[in-house]
């Protein structure tokens, strides 16, 4: 009880803080609002509240505000992250203005550490800012992209390796099925132990086409896109590819048809297939009848906000912590590269955010953030 009464506290002095007068007050609250999204797991309301202020303060008329804001974004994990960020990025004073591009590089650092565990972020994060220090950003850049380089290079090999065994042991299990078809007396649990050493075989090389897929480096150009016709082809390839859709599954758009944005068409694609393929697997098996929504809406001059929704199971709060991580999957027959997938093309490949809000019997809602026009951090 008492726990709870300090942290409620310590919560409305952070928010009057930050919507106090005096700007000297106001920058230490952003710094304690930033120390506290890193090192706390806060509430989404508290997340919300400090993500509005924050949009606000962005504009603050004293530049060490600005450059308060600017740092402390880092680990805002809402979808105003980007509007916030396109606000200062910039700006008229020279820190503030490299602030924000040294927040928006480091945002693709974090993403990718998210992705792969949430243990390791700041860990990473830290050997990254020891090697800026002590040799310059055009070192830790360098760094990046040798160890991205590198891990693709790893799986390529590898896949390349492993696929070499898997498709003649797969041909001799099908051979071994046509051969025993014709042999009679065969037992029954010899057929079982078949079926399972194939679909053993089946399931190991889709794992390896999810692993391709995860460190394919993005190529192609990003084009002008009318987003509507993105999201309905989307939508068709994605149901298309799911072997027992829901029946009487009912998809409802509200998309401003006049949405255009800058994007790698493919990858984009790929990204809100995955998601909507996740919504109509969380509807199976529902009592009542499936329902996906999906609308996209001018968020700012900036953005533009896309939600994709369902009244499927929803998860639990452990499970949502863990679903973007690579090779965690809730479902049976799951892999655990779907909605990371989604993550790197949306956050790394196209510099948005996707963030998702669920509850166990309630359904789920992903929230993707894109800019109109791509915005790149300098080299």
Known sequence: MKRAIMVADET??????????DWVSTQEAVEVAG???RHRRIDSQLTEEIAGRFL????????EVRKSVAHALLFLRHELFHAAIAKIIEDENTWVRETARKTLQRRTELTRADIHSDDHGDQILGLLTDLEMRHGMRARKAALRIAD????????????????????LDASLMNLERELDEVPGVPSRSISHLKRAKGRVKLLSEILDGLRDFTTEMTGEFTPENLLPVIKEAEELALSNIEHPTAGLVVHHDVDTSLRIEANRSRLLQAIINIIVNAVEACQGLDQKARINIAAQRQSDSHVAISISDNGCGMSEEALRDCIQLYTTGKRDGMGFGLPLAKKIIE????????????????????????????RAED
């Open 149 to 168: 380089h590198l891990h693709s290079l790893f799986v390529r090999l590898a896949y390349h390796e492993i696929v070499r065994i898997i498709s003649p």
């Open 348 to 375: 790394i490949d196209h510099q948005g955010t996707l963030s998702i809000e669920s509850a166990e019997g309630e359904g789920t809602i992903v929230i993707i953030v894109l800019p109109f026009e791509q915005v």
């Open 35 to 37: 120390d506290w999204l």
């Open 56 to 63: 606000r303060l962005a504009a603050h008329p004293k530049w």
């Open 12 to 21: 409305r002095t952070l928010l009057e803080g930050l919507d106090a007068e």
